[in-house]
């Protein structure tokens, strides 16, 4: 029988985000200076871009396609450029990128697209699969040799970022995320993140619930 780790408890807060510790991880740059794309079979990269304009604050949002095969993520690696605040990455329960919410609102859903509404408001999320709330490092995931996290094939992710661009320009802010995976034949533990908050939590009006 295979044992769960599980990985950085989160407590419920609307600044749950400002209350989580975590470790910076040391990162290969790539070319720009930001960071490298894993080794071919051990990993993939990720990445996200928008234009925010001076003085504004907003969420966006981009689904992307996991690999046909399964990740079994041992670790991520996040960096992203000024512009930022935090990132997260979301395993959802959607066989394939979703063009509505679950209420039925349509939604462009072919590139990135507003979210400030909430990222996780409408959409399915099953688990949180990485992020940051640091520009340079203090990634969220980062287990022992021994143990991954495992994202299903050919999954769909939900990237999500926080920008807050307090200069006098426009911003055009880049993310980037490392998912490295390990050979099954490393793996003795699965583990996973403990993160709860609003979207894991359903209670229909005059009624109970428990999450």
């Not at 990720?46 to 966006?60: F, Q, R, V």
């Not at 450029?81 to 939604?107: Q, R, W």
């Not at 661009?165 to 880049?174: F, G, K, V």
């Amino acid at each position: 029988m295979r044992t769960t780790i599980l990985f950085h408890a989160i407590a419920l807060s609307t600044a749950l985000l400002a209350g989580c510790g975590s470790e910076p991880v040391e990162t290969t740059p790539d070319d720009d200076g930001l960071l490298a794309a894993p080794e071919a079979g051990k990993g993939i990269q990720l990445k996200m871009s928008a234009s925010i304009e001076a003085g504004t604050e907003s969420e966006k949002c981009l689904f992307v396609k996991a690999p046909d095969e399964e990740l079994r993520v041992q670790r991520d690696e996040v960096r992203f450029t000024p512009g930022s605040h935090h990132f997260l990455l979301y395993e959802t329960k959607y066989a394939e990128i979703p063009t509505t919410k679950d209420d039925g609102t349509k939604v462009d859903t072919s590139g990135v697209f507003d979210c400030s509404d909430g990222a996780t408001n409408g959409w399915s999320v099953k688990k949180l699969v990485g992020g940051s709330q640091n520009a340079e490092g203090g990634s969220i995931l980062k287990f022992p040799d021994n143990v991954a996290m495992r994202v299903a094939p050919g999954a769909i992710l939900l990237m999500n970022a926080h920008y807050v661009n307090s200069s006098a320009d426009d911003l055009t802010p880049e993310i980037r995320i490392n998912l490295r995976s390990i050979p099954e034949s490393q793996v003795e533990y699965d583990g996973d993140i403990l993160f709860f908050y609003n979207p894991f939590i359903g209670i229909g009006a005059q009624g109970e619930g428990r999450a």
